[in-house]
Nanobody
Framework: VQLQASGGGLVQAGGSLRLSCAAS????????MGWFRQAPGKEREFLAA????????KYADSVKGRFTISRDNAKNTVYLQMNSLKPEDTAVYYC??????????????WGQGTLVTVSS
């Protein structure tokens, strides 16, 4: 499975962005998918995960209520809707796929990152 993230850019604080992650390969619909981010000088941070069916989701406390993960298996795409963005959300955002559940910490496939910059 190859993953391609897109949708990053420059946005003002309080604004919104929607990231997309397009997957190639026939196994996308069987994977749990997650979003992560890494800010300069910081460790990679888990943000959100969604089950293969879309019925189950999990969020980090730092983004709960502001970010929403969703997926469209017919389009082999997972999304991250980001609202009420803050300057501290500035980071490179990555999508990833796991053969495990949304509770798994093991991700097997990673996309390249897309940069999100939030100006104050």
């Amino acid at each position: 499975v190859q993953l391609q993230a897109s949708g990053g850019g420059l946005v003002q604080a309080g604004g919104s962005l929607r990231l997309s992650c397009a997957a190639s390969g026939r196994t996308f619909s069987s994977l749990s998918m997650g979003w992560f981010r890494q800010a300069p000088g910081k460790e990679r941070e888990f943000l959100a995960a969604i089950s293969w069916s879309g019925a189950g989701t999990k969020y980090a406390d730092s983004v709960k209520g502001r970010f929403t993960i969703s997926r469209d298996n017919a389009k082999n795409t997972v999304y991250l809707q980001m609202n009420s963005l803050k300057p501290e959300d500035t980071a490179v955002y990555y999508c990833a796929g796991s053969v495990g559940s949304i509770w798994s910490r093991q991700y097997d496939y990673w996309g390249q990152g897309t940069l999100v910059t939030v100006s104050s």
